[in-house]
């Protein structure tokens, strides 16, 4: 379970470099990140958790991750744009494809649960 943790924690903190590069660009050249980097890193992490998630051993990771995975982000793009940010890719809390990505977001750790119900409810 640690191991779900950490993963999230790396995810987590590439994407809020990622979302402060993007509302102030330059600041990940200032501290001598480079963008490839990060998002190599976050590839790696997201294969990593499809290969070893087992929803039905992990079922309350199923339902905690996607609120943490939408609330933080969402968060850090109102502390992002009070702080005077402006988004380069277009990216806020107006914006109709982050809504869009919200709810299929959503929809797809719903379905993912609710098979790992099935699955428990078949097993025993």
């Not at 191991?3 to 590439?14: G, K, M, Q």
């Not at 339902?63 to 939408?70: C, G, M, Q, T, Y």
């Not at 744009?81 to 709810?103: D, F, N, R």
């Amino acid at each position: 379970m640690k191991t779900y943790w950490l993963i999230s924690a790396v995810l987590l903190l590439n994407l809020s470099l990622l979302l402060i590069n993007d509302y102030f660009p330059g600041t990940l050249e200032a501290l001598g990140i480079p963008v490839w980097l990060l998002f190599t890193i976050m590839a790696a992490m997201i294969v990593l958790t499809a290969l070893r998630l087992k929803p039905d051993k992990e079922k309350h990771f199923l339902i905690i991750f996607p609120i943490v995975s939408i609330i933080y982000p969402l968060l850090l793009l109102f502390i992002l744009t009070a702080l005077g940010g402006e988004s380069a890719s277009g990216l806020s809390l107006t914006s109709p494809i982050l809504w869009i990505g919200v709810i299929v977001t959503l929809a797809v750790f719903r379905r993912t649960y609710r098979k790992a119900q099935e699955e428990e409810a078949q097993q025993g």
